[in-house]
């Protein structure tokens, strides 16, 4: 994405060690501070996109997106409850990551380890977006809010592999981007609602329920949604 607002601490351009992919490193994109924002009522960062029925893309039908950066050049998101087949514990192995700490049994291994890596979209597919609770220490972060931060540098996994990462993560391989104009053009053809999102919904629920709850923060049950539904 071209430019990032100048609130928030833009991603690295370094792509010595910054950035990885489901086999080896390499950073998302360089980024700048010279957008302007945008009037805050079309500022959708923070917010959930959720897929409405007349979405018939097969990329995005049925998706939530969690909103990362909006503005005058574009958008950023990742998709969160769109899983592929690999897991986490099979993502370390591959970038060549081991835990510190061993575990007794397999049983004993936490759930982050077991869950399924999403995918967070069709943008640079094999490179690793990691949303996560706030933390400042990693090479190339973008600080959404207070609470959460997208990661594209492979240090965050090595802190969670040593056991003093962030407490809790979302990895997805790609990330979902529109060009200016592009997301606003899709809302209007009530292509999406919209809706201030909930940490909770993506890092505490399991992946087949956050269309339902962030469809419930609006009140809306998925029955209601018919294909002429408008735009919240």
Avoid at 30 to 40: C, G, H, V, Y
Avoid at 167 to 174: D, F, R, T
Avoid at 184 to 201: F, H, M, Y
Wanted: charged share 20%; with cysteine; hydrophobic share 45%.
């Amino acid at each position: 994405m071209a430019g990032m607002i100048k609130r928030r601490k833009a991603f690295s351009a370094d792509t010595s060690d910054a950035a990885y992919d489901a086999t080896e490193t390499s950073d998302f994109a360089a980024s700048t501070d010279k957008a302007a924002k945008l009037a805050p009522e079309f500022d959708l960062t923070d917010h959930f996109l959720i897929a409405m029925p007349s979405m018939l893309d097969p990329i995005f039908g049925g998706t939530v997106v969690y909103l990362c950066e909006h503005n005058q050049n574009g958008a950023l998101g990742v998709v969160i409850n769109k899983p592929t087949d690999m897991t986490m514990d099979v993502l370390f192995d591959r970038i060549n990551l081991k835990l510190e700490i061993i575990h007794d049994s397999p049983d004993a291994v936490p759930e982050l380890y077991r869950s399924p890596v999403m995918f967070g979209g069709p943008v640079q597919v094999e490179r690793g977006f990691v949303l996560h609770t706030a933390m400042s220490q990693f090479s190339s972060t973008l600080q959404v809010t207070d609470g959460i931060s997208l990661t594209t540098s492979k240090d965050v996994l090595e802190a969670v592999a040593h056991g003093d990462g962030p407490q809790q993560v979302l990895v997805s391989l790609g990330c979902s981007g529109w060009s200016a104009g592009q997301l606003e053009d899709e809302l209007a053809r009530n292509g999406w609602l919209t809706v201030k999102a909930d940490p909770s919904i993506i890092f505490d629920l399991p992946v087949e329920q956050r269309f339902t709850a962030a469809l419930a923060l609006l009140g809306i049950d998925p029955v209601m949604l018919s294909g002429d539904f408008g735009r919240a």
